[in-house]
């Protein structure tokens, strides 16, 4: 029978109890909603409003309400026009983007080219495709209040997929006066020009987040698919609710006190789908990779031989049955690129996969000059699909030898943390996990965390390797798949020789929602909320 089930009436009359004072807490307004209202639970606490300041999914998921992009992929894989379209030259060295009619910001001025200039120099400044687009980019600039124009150095295959990426870091438009804000800075407001409205008014980190629809919003004509098409919003407004325990979650999706809850607590489900009025899907088919990151700058993960003891001390199966426990939902998977994709392969990733590393840990530990330097690992605990990994990996390395302090925070303390590049001992950190949707790390230019700039322009972890950095320039250069093919097998050796990141396997995640709610949009980046309707 299910952990919870198992409790006593007096605890399952407590969590009720929580879930009503939550919710009333919540829900509570100082102006009454008007409308159709979504009330939704994500996968985790908003605070970072600004989704080029960090690559955290519920700042992403904040964007899309927002923000608007100039292209987006449909469930073709196909880029299509968005905010503009497009014209290449037969040389394939200039791209011309012209902004469709009826852009408005939402403080009512209107969108122009140079505020799109702008939003994507900031967004490729930090960004892992932004930055290699820019390698290749002789200018940007706007030609006049509607044209962009983009000048390459050389031909580039990848510059519509960069400025389209569904995920991570997103090109989103902002006016020129908050894009200028340095991107290692969070802009000051939050003006847009896609479906809904930010409320600041009503944001209470912690407890909610508030969005209206934006009546100005001039959707394209096309059917909505994936983040392309018609961005229509069919509610008056949508609140993100913050319930950090995931039964209190379920306790309210089941009595209909809110619409939606991202992410559905693996042994939860057989309850919840005898529920008849509850719809279970995985909204994003493709998955996710979660991986552990090392903290390049101090010791002890400066030394690769103490990072390679502590590679050889993981296995994929003891994190993936602690995270998930449910063959369903769960892959063992060593491929860097994700597996099923053109760039799979198990390079380098025996013992990762087969879990047999720990003897050969133990002795490269002991041989690495290790000084008994405390790891200290963020373990978020607001966060079903985080809370797992930083206690697997806890264990894994003290068995292996290594003394290790397991600092308990919540998520949205771990995504500040992690930007910091003070020492251990100052505040800073040496290791956290995290998850990617396969769409961002599924080749060697969308995996941020492959990278080796260093602390120029790296990402949280800071690893340094030129060589990675080579073979990605030769991997946007390959004249052929094969090519590349091979080229991403030389990075994924390299980035396990030099543990770059632990890749600790992949999982599915499911979502749930009151069937009065339709509409609800697929993809590589989910939650999306335009598109759905809710029937009273």
């Known amino acids: 029978m299910l952990h919870f089930m198992r409790r006593g009436s007096r ?9 009503v004072v939550a919710l009333s807490t919540a829900l509570a307004s100082p102006v009454l909603a008007a409308g159709k209202t979504i009330t939704a639970v994500m996968h ?18 904040h964007g899309y309400m927002v923000y608007d992009t100039l292209v987006a992929p449909d469930s073709s ?9 497009w014209k290449i030259s037969d040389d394939k060295l200039t791209y011309t983007f012209t902004l469709r009619d009826g852009l408005k910001w939402h403080d009512g001025a209107p969108v122009t080219a140079e505020d799109c200039v702008a939003s994507l120099k900031r967004w490729a400044a930090v960004d892992g495709m932004g930055q290699k687009l820019m390698d290749f980019t002789a200018s940007i ?20 997929d960069s400025i389209g990426k569904p995920s991570s870091r997103v090109a989103f438009m902002m006016p020129k006066r908050l894009a200028e804000t340095p991107p290692d ?7 847009g020009s896609g479906p809904f409205k930010f409320v600041a008014s009503e944001f209470q980190p912690g407890v909610k987040a508030v969005y209206v629809k934006n009546t100005d919003y001039v959707p394209r004509k096309e059917p909505a698919s994936w983040t392309s098409g018609g961005k229509v919003a069919k509610v008056d407004r949508v609140e993100w609710i913050t319930m950090p325990d995931s039964q209190t979650a379920v306790n309210a999706l089941q009595s209909g006190d809110i619409d939606f809850m991202e992410n559905l607590p693996y042994d939860m489900l057989p309850v919840l789908e005898a529920n008849k009025d509850i719809t279970i899907e995985v909204s994003n088919k493709f998955g996710f990779q979660t991986l552990g990151r090392m903290n390049f700058l101090y010791p002890p993960f400066d030394n690769v031989k103490v990072r390679r003891a502590a590679f050889l001390a993981m296995n994929q199966k003891d994190v993936l049955d602690a995270l998930v426990g449910n063959a369903k939902y769960q892959k063992i998977c060593g491929a860097f690129f994700v597996c099923d994709t053109p760039f799979a392969t198990d390079v380098g990733a025996d013992t990762l996969i087969k879990g047999n590393g720990m003897a050969e840990a133990k002795k490269a530990l002991a041989e ?21 990994q930083p206690i697997v990996a806890a264990q894994l390395l003290r068995e292996a030898g290594f003394k290790v302090d397991l600092q308990a925070t919540d998520w949205q303390t771990v995504v500040s943390r992690r930007a910091s590049q003070k020492s251990p001992k100052e505040g800073g950190w040496n290791m956290f996990f995290t998850n990617w949707v396969a769409a961002d790390v599924s080749n060697p230019i969308a995996n941020l965390s492959i990278g080796g700039q260093g602390k120029k322009g790296g990402w949280f972890g800071w690893a340094e390797d030129p060589k990675i950095e080579q073979l990605k320039d030769a991997f946007v ?20 020789e030099q543990v770059i990141y632990i890749p600790l396997g992949q999982y599915l995640l499911p979502s749930g929602w009151r069937k009065s709610l339709t509409g609800v949009l697929d993809g590589p980046a989910t939650p999306l909320f335009w598109n759905v309707d809710k029937s009273e």
């Open 368 to 388: 690495s000059g290790y000084d008994g330097t405390p790891v200290v690992i963020m373990a978020p605990g607001d966060v079903t699909t985080l809370k797992a």
């Open 77 to 85: 894989f196909k880029i299509q026009p968005q905010m503009a379209d």
């Open 477 to 496: 250069r390959a004249p052929s798949v094969d090519e590349q093919k091979k080229i991403a097998a030389d990075i994924q050796k390299e980035a396990y």
């Open 44 to 61: 985790s606490d908003l605070r970072i409003i600004d989704p080029i300041f960090t690559t955290a999914y519920i700042t992403r998921d």
């Open 185 to 191: 800075k969070q802009i000051p407001e939050q003006i």
């Open 11 to 19: 605890a399952f009359a407590s969590k009720l109890a929580l879930s």
């Open 141 to 160: 600039e706007a030609t006049d209040a509607k044209t962009i124009t983009l000048k390459l150095k050389e031909p580039y295959g990848l510059v519509l």
